[in-house]
Nanobody, 123 residues
Framework: VQLQACGGGLVQAGGSLSLSCAAS????????LGWFRQAPGKQREFVAA????????LYSDSVKGRFTIPRDNAKDTVYLQMNSLKPEDSAVYYC?????????????????WGQGTLVTVSS
């Protein structure tokens, strides 16, 4: 599966931004999906994940209550809705897919990765 993430940009602290990740190449519904991020000089970290049906979602403690991860299987797209953004949310955001019934917080569990989209939150 090929993943194409977009929607990044510059936003003020407290603002909102929505990322999207469109998939192509194989049936979208067989994949669980995740969002990860990597800030300059830091390791890539887990942000959120959703299972193939959308019934189960995982969030990191740092974004819980502020971010949501819906998916639209009819559009082969997963989203990351980010609210109440903070400067520490600034990073390159990556979407990823794994052929599994369940999402995961672990980077190596994902085989397929998008190219990343930059989010910058100004204070």
């Amino acid at each position: 599966v090929q993943l194409q993430a977009c929607g990044g940009g510059l936003v003020q602290a407290g603002g909102s931004l929505s990322l999207s990740c469109a998939a192509s190449g194989r049936p979208f519904g067989i994949y669980s999906l995740g969002w990860f991020r990597q800030a300059p000089g830091k390791q890539r970290e887990f942000v959120a994940a959703i299972n193939r049906t959308g019934a189960s979602r995982l969030y990191s403690d740092s974004v819980k209550g502020r971010f949501t991860i819906p998916r639209d299987n009819a559009k082969d797209t997963v989203y990351l809705q980010m609210n109440s953004l903070k400067p520490e949310d600034s990073a390159v955001y990556y979407c990823a897919a794994r052929q599994s019934a369940w999402g995961s917080r672990i980077i190596r569990d994902y085989r397929y990765w998008g190219q990343g989209t930059l989010v910058t939150v100004s204070s």
